[in-house]
């Protein structure tokens, strides 16, 4: 298993490798650029293989729809308020199946009530404004004007997808939408909040 596991990522530097080395032919630019370009291809195809692999399980179980409006909902608020991540891909791909599958696959049996699903994106909101945009080691934004104008667009996202959610009638949705939201905003929460500083 870890074999096949190493040839995976040898195999997805190799094809962002060449893809990095094509576009920096073709722009004529630095080895800096070269190497943020081949980060930003092995990350594309990483995240690529993992949805796969995620979108593949929700159509053996018949949940790919559902999958896709709990998964369109986190993302819209993720892309902007960022969070924390597993330790490892493979962990990764582990815990994506688990949370983008099973979630789904209960919502027709969870029935949120008005209150409780107002209660939760305000909750959202309050994480959100607290800690977003939550940034790892490796992924570091450090004008504050980009962090503001980040937590500002994410909590846009979450008054929108809260909207949304309160106008539509079907309830397996609206636990689709509030839990995928939900998880985007848990996620903002850093592993050390003694060491986590506001963004103002």
């Given at each position: 298993?870890?074999?096949?596991?190493?040839?995976?990522?040898?195999?997805?530097?190799?094809?962002?490798?060449?893809?990095?080395?094509?576009?920096?032919?073709?722009?004529?630019?630095?080895?800096?650029?070269?190497?943020?370009?081949?980060?930003?291809?092995?990350?594309?195809?990483?995240?690529?293989?993992?949805?796969?692999?995620?979108?593949?399980?929700?159509?053996?179980f018949?949940?790919?729809?559902?999958?896709?409006?709990?998964?369109?909902?986190?993302?819209?608020?993720?892309?902007?308020?960022?969070?924390?991540?597993?330790?490892?891909?493979?962990?990764?791909?582990?815990?994506?199946?688990?949370?983008?599958?099973?979630?789904?696959?209960?919502?027709?049996?969870?029935?949120?009530?008005?209150?409780?699903i107002?209660?939760?994106?305000?909750?959202?909101?309050?994480?959100?404004?607290?800690?977003?945009?939550?940034?790892?080691t490796?992924?570091?934004?450090?004008?504050?004007?980009?962090?503001?104008?980040?937590?500002?667009?994410?909590?846009?996202?979450?008054?929108?997808?809260m909207?949304?959610?309160?106008?539509?009638?079907?309830?397996?949705?609206?636990?689709?939408?509030?839990?995928?939201?939900?998880?985007?905003?848990?996620?903002?929460?850093?592993?050390?909040?003694?060491?986590?500083?506001?963004?103002?």
């Open positions: 298993m870890k074999g096949i596991q190493i040839q995976g990522m040898e195999m997805t530097e190799v094809v962002a490798d060449r893809c990095a080395s094509w576009l920096h032919k073709k722009s004529k630019g630095d080895r800096r650029r070269y190497l943020k370009m081949k980060l930003g291809f092995e990350t594309l195809f990483i995240n690529l293989s993992k949805m796969v692999v995620v979108y593949a399980v929700a159509l053996w018949q949940i790919f729809l559902a999958t896709l409006l709990f998964h369109l909902s986190y993302y819209t608020i993720r892309r902007t308020s960022y969070g924390r991540h597993a330790g490892n891909s493979l962990m990764c791909s582990l815990i994506s199946i688990v949370i983008f599958v099973g979630i789904p696959y209960v919502a027709p049996f969870i029935v949120l009530p008005t209150s409780m107002i209660l939760l994106f305000l909750i959202n909101g309050w994480l959100i404004y607290k800690f977003a945009p939550s940034f790892t490796k992924n570091r934004i450090p004008s504050r004007k980009k962090q503001l104008k980040l937590r500002n667009q994410s909590l846009g996202t979450c008054i929108i997808i909207a949304v959610t309160l106008m539509i009638s079907d309830s397996t949705a609206q636990t689709l939408l509030t839990s995928g939201a939900t998880l985007a905003s848990l996620l903002t929460i850093p592993n050390n909040i003694v060491k986590w500083r506001k963004v103002t």
